[in-house]
């Protein structure tokens, strides 16, 4: 602070934010902070319930940024984070590209109905998981509340539902 009022020097205030893009205009639905709650399961661990973040964010480039976190409902402990970027295409495609905090990568194509606000993802490519093989995301925006399913296979168990949640805009 260096004004004599105890203020920030303009060349430190926040810029304005950044014109959208027109490539990501068709999923500004999915843009800002959507908080909520989900469960999750699969044959080889407990079912289990959470807490979680997701932030859908733009800088002015064709891309969108993605971050997620979760917690333990019961402690607010922290459990699992990712975070990416998400590509659409004019045509209605659309890449993604996300890394776990637990060292897994996936590389996803898949397609964008803005229209529906829907969103359907499938993994081109798992990395850096040595029982994972494939995953979906499915997300859909219904009654302003974000909804998704994560589907998951792994070397011992086909495609079947890992994950889903209710996301409330914040």
């Not at 260096?2 to 303009?10: F, L, R, T, V």
């Not at 459990?79 to 996936?106: C, F, N």
Request: charged share 20%; glycine share 10%; with cysteine.
């Amino acid at each position: 602070m260096d004004g004599a009022d105890g203020s920030c020097p303009a060349s430190l205030s926040s810029p304005p934010p950044p014109p959208l893009h027109p490539a990501i205009a068709p999923l500004t639905f999915l843009l800002g902070k959507w908080r909520g709650e989900g469960e999750g399961g699969f044959p080889t661990i407990n079912s289990f319930a959470y807490g979680e973040e997701l932030l859908f964010s733009h800088s002015g480039k064709p891309v969108i940024t993605y971050t997620q976190k979760t917690w333990k409902l019961a402690s607010g402990e922290p459990m699992h984070a990712e975070s990416g970027y998400w590509r659409p295409k004019p045509d209605g495609t659309i890449e993604v590209v996300i890394a776990q905090s637990t060292g897994l990568v996936e590389v996803q194509k898949g397609s964008y109905d803005a229209e529906n606000m829907i969103v359907t993802l499938h993994s081109e490519l798992v990395g850096n998981a040595s029982k994972v093989k494939e995953i979906t995301r499915d997300f859909s925006v219904v009654n302003d509340g974000l909804h998704y399913v994560v589907r998951m296979a792994t070397t011992h168990h086909v495609l079947q539902p890992h994950l889903k949640a209710l996301l409330w805009k914040v």
